[in-house]
């Protein structure tokens, strides 16, 4: 799979860092949702899952870290 940086918009449907899923079952296809469009111009957001919370933050170095 090919790595590239994201594109500035976070409406772009088709980055050519999202793996090519065609032929694959409906079930293994998984939305892709832009990290912009999590964070919202936020260092920092919180996550609900399954009745625990979770941070989704991003560092200087423009990594995503997850934590509970």
């Given at each position: ?15 050519s ?25 936020q ?26």
């Amino acid at each position: 799979m090919k790595t590239a940086q994201p594109a500035a918009d976070p409406d772009v449907r088709n980055p050519s860092w999202v793996p090519d899923l065609s032929g694959k079952e409906p079930s293994a296809i998984a939305q892709v949702l832009p990290s912009a469009s999590l964070l919202r111009g936020q260092k920092a957001v919180a996550i609900e899952h399954n009745g625990s919370l979770y941070r989704l933050q991003s560092t200087r170095a423009g990594k995503l870290i997850l934590t509970k």
